[in-house]
């Protein structure tokens, strides 16, 4: 046999790969300052609305708390603001374009 030849002796096999559980993953928290609201404002249709939330109940030390949660798209950036005007110009701050969003109520 020649140096150069290379002689495998292992088989490759190929193993059916297990389905892979989506996980929520943790980003950031944000606390809004008192009378701020959430918006979220969606890149690709250019359009300023509400962040929608879901409630989840969390128990802590046998005492169970409701806590807030943004539901959040791919597409979108959030932004805690005062209203919609103010949201805007931390969007406009934010990406340093200047642009004006639908707003979507």
Do not use: W
């Amino acid at each position: 046999m020649k140096e150069t030849e290379i002689n495998l002796k292992d088989e490759v096999k190929n193993i059916a790969e297990a389905p892979i559980e989506k996980q929520s993953k943790y980003i950031k928290t944000v606390l809004p300052q008192p009378g701020h609201k959430c918006f979220e404002y969606n890149v690709t249709e250019n359009e300023l609305s509400y962040a929608k939330y879901s409630e989840g109940e969390v128990k802590i030390d046998d005492t169970s708390v409701v806590m807030k949660k943004v539901d959040m798209n791919k597409e979108c950036v959030y932004v805690t603001a005062l209203n919609f005007k103010n949201a805007t110009k931390h969007l406009r701050k934010m990406f340093k374009v200047d642009f004006i969003p639908v707003i979507v109520k």
